[in-house]
Structure formats: C-alpha cells, structure tokens
C-alpha cells in the first residue's frame, strides 16, 4: 500500500475525479453527446468478463447501453449542477481481469480504483420552451467507482480514451 | 425541536392588503376594568393594564371602526346577534368556541385595520447579478433577507418572515413584524449576489387625518370588543354537524351592521380580514381548524371578484368545499388570486355567477385546483382519475422512476454493520472506530451549501459553523494541500473530527424505516489485508441517505440535516476485526424530505430474520400470491399497508392492479 506517495495518491484520485464529474453529466445533459454515454462505463471483454454495477433509483441496468437508450428515449433534456462531489482512493493497485504480468504496482498512480460521491441537481426537461421554464430542481447524490482504463494504459492506445472508467454506479434523487 | 415541522410555506408577497402570519400570542381578555390599553411595538396589547396610555406611538391603528364608548367586555355568548342559517347549531357552535376562548384568547391584531407592521427601504438588487431573474431578483433576494437574518441569532430557532413585499422603482420595499425588522435591519451593507445591499427604514406612513387623540386611548378596547362580536357573529353561523361556516350575505348580516362595519365602502374591506383573524384564533392548531370547518360558503355577497375575501384562502387553506353561488363573478379573473389557493378543493360551487356560462371555466378550473372534482354539483373526475393524474406528473418529474432502495447483500455483512454503525455513531464514536476502522482507513466530509430545496419546507437552515471547516466538496476545494489535510486516513486521526462534530441522532432504523433510503452492492477489487490475493478481495459499497439531528455542546439549539453517506467495506487484516471501513465519504446538505419510492418499500436489512410472526405472515404472503398472481414482493407490500388483512389488501391489490409495473406479477400481467 505505501508505494504510491500521498500527494501523488490525492492529486490523481482529486484530479480524475474532477475531470470525470466535468465531463460526464455534460455528456448526459446534452442531446448531442448522448450517444458517448456508454463509453464512460467499463466494458466486459473474455480476459476480463465484468461488468458495470449500474443502479438508478434502485432500477438495476444490466448494461450502459440500457442507460444510455434511457438517455437517448425518456429523457430529452437534463440539466446537473454539481454542488459537491468527494473522492476517495479504495485500492492503489486495481488488479481485476489483469495478466499475471501486469499485477505489480504503479507509482504514478495509474492503476488506482476511486471512489467519487457527488450531491448536486438536476432539472429534467420536456422539449417545449414552457416546460423548460417551469422544471423543477431535484437534489440527488451519486455514488461511482472509477476503475484505470486498460486500454488507455497501452502505449499504442489512441488519444483521447478516457483514462478511468465507471465500474460501479449508484444514482439517487434525494428531494 | 425538530425542524420538520416548522413555518408553514411563504404566502405570495404584495399580492393583497392582507394580513400574514398566524394568530399572535396570548393576551388575557379580561383585563382589568376600562383602564386605556397600551399597544406594544407590535400591535399587540400589552398584558399588564397598570402601564395606562404610556405608549402611543403607534396608538391609532387599532380600530375596528369601532365606537368611541367604551362598552363592558362582552363574551361570544351573551352577544350571539341575529343571525342567518346555523341558528339551530347555535348552542353546538358555541360550545365549540367555549371550549375555545378559555384557552386561547386571541388578539385581534390591530394591524389588520391600517399600515400594521414596520417596513424597510432596500436598495442595490438592481445591481446584483440576480436582477437578471424573470422577477429582477425579488425572490432570491427575500430568501437570501430571511435566511440571512434567521441565522443572526444563533440562540433563536425563530425563523425570520417577511410578510410583504414590493418593488417600487430599483427599490424593494418589505413588511414584517416589527422584530423580524430589527433582524432584517442589521443586514445592512451585506452584499448579495455582488451587490451591496443598502437597508433603510421606510418613510413612516403619513398620519392618520382626523383621528382624534382621545379616540387612541379606546383603541385597545374597541378592538377586543370588536373581537368578541366577530365571535358571535362566527359562532352562530358555524354548523358543526356540516363543518360548514356559512359566510354568506354578510351584508345582510345585523350583528355586523350593528357594528357599523358596512357603514361606508372603505371598511367593507376590512370587515372580512378582521374576522378570518378572529377565526384564526379560535383554533389551536391548524389540524384543529382543519378538523373544525371543511366548508365555506360566501354566497349572496355581491362578490365581483375575490379581493376582499382573499383572505380566506390564507386561513382556510385546506378547505375541501366552496360555495361562491349567486354572486357578480364575471370571468376566471374574478378568481385569479385564489390560482395558486385551496389545493385540497373537491367542491366549487359557482351557480347564479355570469361566470358560469363560460364554456371553458370547467376546464380551467380543474387545471388550477388539482383535487377538483365536482364543480356546479356535476362530478367531473373521480379521486382515482387525480391519483392517475398524479402519478403521471410524478413520472414526468423523474424520468427515472424512482424504485425501493436495491440492498444486494452478502451474508448480512453490510445489514449488520448499519445495524451496529447509526448508534454507535451516535452514542460512541470511539467505540465505533474500534470496531470497524483501521490505520487505513479514510474519512471526510463534504457540505453542499447549494443543494435544491422543497417549496413546501423553505425554513431557514442552521449555520454550519461546526462542519464548514472539515468539508472537502472538491468544487470549492481547488489547492492540493487542502485536499490533502481534510481526508483522514486512520481511527486517530478520524477520531479527532468525530469529538470536534456536533453530537448526532438519528432516527431509529427499526422504527423509522422511511426515514432512510440503504442501497448496498458487491464491489470486487479491494485491497487484501492479508495481502494473499493480488487480485484484491470482495467487499461491499453501501449508499445510505438521510436526516439526523445535530446539537453543539455549547447550545441546546438542534438542527436537522440531511446525509448521504457511502461506506466500502472490506474484509479485515488478520488478527483485527472481520470487517473494516476502507473509505467513508458523508455528504450533509440542508434538510429537505427524501425523496422515497412511490410505493414504500420494505428495505430487506429490517426484516428480522425469522420469527413466527414472520412465518404467519410469509404465509398470508403466499395466500395473497396465489389469489393474484403478484409476485411475493409486492404481495407483501399490498399487506404491509393493510395492516396484514388478506380481505383488504385483495381490496387494495383490485383497486389498484391497473397501474402496477408488469414485474409486479409473476407471469408479468395482472391475472
């Protein structure tokens, strides 16, 4: 456990934390960028078979795809606002669905698994300018486990992967 | 106190010459003699007779019209006039109110009849950022006065209220008690929104023409005498056995024209406030009053529109039943300050109104009333039809529908440890660290000072002073070395924070199950304490959300706060305790209701494991299943709600069938 400094331990969890609160509830909002939802969520391949642990007000989603066409079909606009979110590392050396050869530690942080807790609101909208006006905040908290990206860790990987990956998701509206 | 249950919602501001606010406190109504009342700064009398005519500043305002004699005081009783209608209720009515006025004497609040409470000047909202707001700011900036202002006062759990507002040019102009305005004073110079807010008393209302010094000194007199006519007058229009108050041809009405209120048109105004005040007063609680009258008819008043009965709506909230026949209403406008009024109405009755030839006043009226169901005596929509309405706009609020919290547990692992953690927490934080936390252990907490709030539960939130310095909300947390000094690795160091937190209480699990919403899943990849799986161990994260009361040592002041709070738990290290807290992040934000599942739900982790009741009703579970093709789930909640009676929740489970989920039966239709 006492590879990895305590700066470098909070900077990396804070700083993907941040960036993963910055450009996933954008992505939910937005219509355009709707269709990019499930590629925030890790993918089960035969090395590693695991999938996403998604709960939304305690509907169970067996997969981002069913989160995403949640997205894209009921829910034509939505507006978050997070008001306060907090992290957590929970494992320095995430190992699950790794080759042998790839189970030693990383100094720099990348193989951490964090866990992020966000309280904010959101505002759902219908279509028309009048409901716009009229929707209401709701409160909720959300609770995510970022796993590293495997294939972000590749040296050949392509730019602009997202370098940690939902493994555990668990939204709620609170008011 | 528990804060639940605190200040009723704000009344629309500025809206109407009303009078806000509940009955003031008590005052003896049989004071001594004829001795001249003093007035207090706020209005009302003051209690020890002896002080005679010392305090006139404000003298002047407590008229009712009322004569300049003084007469003897009188009781309800004794001077019930003439009256219309209830007459043959008169003794039932009247007991009523007996039982009534030895408990509570009510003032009759001077301020009803002229400029009533204080009002302030404030100045620079137009160059705040909020002037941009549909309404240049108005409400921001009276939420931001009243909040403010409530938490001056760190001793007085009293929320500040400002009773009315205006906007007169860039300045806003507000009313509230004259207390409240001592409060609300003190905010000068505070900034809000950017801008730097100038506070100033109003211009004092220019005096009264003609009102003659001697007549101030009955003022007092004339306003309790006018009280207990009111009484009379109420009293022998009740029906108890209707819970009807019978409001109607007041002009008609003898004993009022005895007190000279419909001598001339500027009083005909003030006739009703005055005597919804003294309705006020009558009843102790608003559930009393709701119990007492869920009728009121106002028929035969000539009534063109609803400005000079408006009242009503503020002291009858609730009622179930209105009775606007046989008057001048002409369109929906008449209506239009009761729009947002009586949201518990059923019954509008509108006949003998120009109104009632409107071809779609039917329609409006069932979209502004949202339990209406009968209008003129015809039946427009059933209550099943408004709980269908109901769940649909629910549904549209969150698109994800909101479901009973989803605790997949392993080996009671993370029941027991919620179980154990909520009192411990609350009685023995030490003891707690003992048991579940280790040197790995990380703890923080994080504030959201922004989070969205109930409009039907807008009181004033308790200052944080206590949490504000531990938060870690990585939002306003930028620099790495505060980010690193408010996460707490290790018992020690976490319990330095816990004795620095203000003590806690929260709701029992058991008995307060609704009080909380626990999901709990399996999470794979912790650390191994004993460091024998590289691949990491199994665990849990559990999501808890909340309210619990809070209480400094150094004050008795308690406050409610909502949480949500996530654990991970893991296996422990050799040696040590079977389970450990990896991390611990709680979320505290200001109190608002949570928002539980449409259908209550039964968490698992509360069900005692077995017991022969249990066995009984796992039994009646099966029965109700096999009747009607439910799944054992949802079986149980029909029974849980009714009381275990097979008979009823068949009832309840008929009644209701069609808006079940389809996996709420076992074959996914309703047999």
């Known amino acids: 456990m006492a590879d990895i400094s305590e700066d470098t331990e909070v900077k990396v969890a804070t700083d993907a934390a941040q960036h993963f609160v910055d450009t996933f509830y954008p992505t939910l909002g937005n219509p355009k960028t709707k269709a990019t939802i499930a590629s925030f969520y890790i993918k089960p391949t035969l090395v590693s078979p695991q999938r996403p642990d998604i709960t939304l007000n305690g509907n169970v989603m067996t997969d981002p795809s069913e989160v995403q066409k949640m997205f894209e079909t009921q829910i034509p606009k939505a ?6 979110f907090d992290c957590h590392l929970v494992n320095p050396n995430y190992n699950v669905g790794l080759d042998d050869a790839a189970l030693g530690p990383n100094k720099d942080g990348k193989k951490m698994s964090i866990v992020v807790m966000v309280s904010g609101s959101v505002k759902y909208y219908k279509t028309s300018e009048e409901e716009e006006a009229r929707a209401e905040a709701r409160g909720f908290t959300e609770t995510f486990v970022l796993v590293p990206n495997q294939d972000a860790q590749n040296p050949k990987a392509a730019k602009g992967l997202k370098r940690w990956l939902i493994q555990s998701q668990n939204f709620r509206l609170v008011l | 106190m528990m804060q639940r249950a605190a200040a009723p919602p704000r009344g629309p501001r500025g809206s109407s010459p009303s009078v806000r606010g509940g009955p003031r406190g008590g005052i003896q109504k049989n004071r001594g003699g004829g001795g001249p009342a003093r007035v207090d700064k706020d209005g009302d009398l003051v209690m020890d007779a002896g002080a005679a005519g010392g305090d006139k500043r404000r003298a002047g305002r407590g008229r009712i019209g009322g004569s300049p004699q003084p007469k003897p005081l009188t009781t309800g009783r004794t001077n019930a006039g003439p009256s219309r209608g209830g007459n043959h209720n008169l003794h039932r009515a009247q007991a009523i109110l007996r039982g009534m006025e030895s408990k509570q004497a009510t003032v009759l609040e001077t301020r009803i009849t002229a400029g009533g409470a204080s009002s302030l000047r404030i100045d620079g909202l137009s160059s705040s950022k909020a002037a941009s707001n549909p309404d240049r700011g108005l409400e921001a900036l009276l939420g931001f006065l009243e909040r403010k202002a409530s938490g001056l006062d760190a001793k007085s759990n009293r929320p500040v209220k400002i009773k009315k507002s205006s906007m007169k040019g860039d300045s806003v102009i507000i009313t509230a008690s004259q207390d409240d305005i001592d409060q609300i004073q003190k905010l000068d110079k505070f900034t809000f929104a950017g801008s730097v807010l100038s506070i100033r008393a109003c211009d004092p209302p220019s005096p009264r023409d003609g009102k003659s010094v001697e007549k101030k000194e009955t003022v007092s007199q004339a306003a309790q005498e ?10 022998a229009r009740y029906d108890a056995n209707l819970k009807l108050l019978n409001l109607s041809a007041l002009a008609l009405d003898t004993g009022l024209r005895e007190m000279g209120v419909f001598d001339g048109s500027t009083t005909t105004s003030k006739v009703f406030p005055a005597m919804m005040v003294v309705c006020e007063g009558l009843f102790k609680s608003p559930q009393e009053k709701r119990d007492a009258i869920i009728s009121v008819t106002l028929a035969d008043n000539n009534l063109a529109d609803v400005s000079a009965v408006t009242t009503l709506a503020q002291t009858f909230p609730d009622l179930k039943n209105l009775d606007l026949s046989r008057n001048k209403f002409m369109d929906i406008k008449g209506l239009n300050a009761w729009r947002w009024k009586f949201r518990h109405l059923e019954n509008l009755v509108l006949t003998g109104n120009p109104i009632e030839s409107q071809p779609t006043l039917k329609d409006e009226l069932l979209r502004r009333y949202p339990n209406l169901q009968i209008v003129n005596g015809v039946t427009l929509r059933t209550p099943e ?15 994800i529908p909101i479901a009973g919290p989803d605790f997949r547990d392993v080996s009671q692992v993370g029941e027991n440890f919620i179980r154990q953690f909520l009192p411990l927490y609350d009685t023995d934080r030490i003891a707690l660290l003992g048991t579940f936390y280790d040197a790995h252990s990380v703890y923080s907490l994080s504030l959201n000072l922004s989070s969205p709030r109930s409009p039907e539960h807008n009181m004033p939130i308790q200052p944080w002073t206590a949490y504000i310095k531990f938060s870690r909300n990585l939002t306003k947390l930028t620099h790495l070395t505060a980010r690193m000094s408010r996460r707490y690795k290790g018992a020690q160091a976490i319990q330095q924070v816990w004795s620095a937190l203000p003590s806690s209480r929260h709701p029992d699990l058991q008995s307060h199950a609704d009080k909380y919403l626990i999901e709990c899943h399996p999470i794979p990849g912790l650390v191994d304490p004993s460091g024998q799986s590289p691949r990491g161990v199994d665990g849990l994260i559990i999501t808890m959300h909340g309210e619990f009361e809070d209480q400094l040592e150094a004050t008795t002041e308690k406050s409610l706060r909502s949480f949500s709070r996530t654990f991970i738990l893991g296996p422990g290290a050799p040696g040590g305790p079977q389970i450990r807290v990896v991390s611990d992040m709680l979320t505290l934000r200001a109190w ?21 009741e249990q066995q009984k009703r796992d039994a009646i579970t099966m029965q109700l299943v096999e009747k009607t093709g439910m799944v054992p789930n949802y079986a149980n909640l029909c029974l849980t709600e009714t009381g275990w009676n097979l008979e009823q929740a068949f009832i309840a489970f008929t009644a209701n069938k069609d808006r079940l989920p389809a996996d709420a039966f076992i074959q996914g239709v309703a047999r």
């Open chain 1, 79 to 84: 507006f978050y606002e997070v008001q306060s």
């Open chain 2, 226 to 235: 006018a009280k207990d006519r009111f009484r009379a007058i109420l009293a």
């Open chain 2, 592 to 612: 608002a209701p949570l928002a539980l599942p449409q259908i209550a739900s039964i968490s698992p982790e509360i069900q005692p494991a077995i017991d022969p």
């Open chain 2, 385 to 399: 039809e408004i709980a269908a309405a109901k769940a649909v706009a629910e549904a549209t609020k969150s698109p």
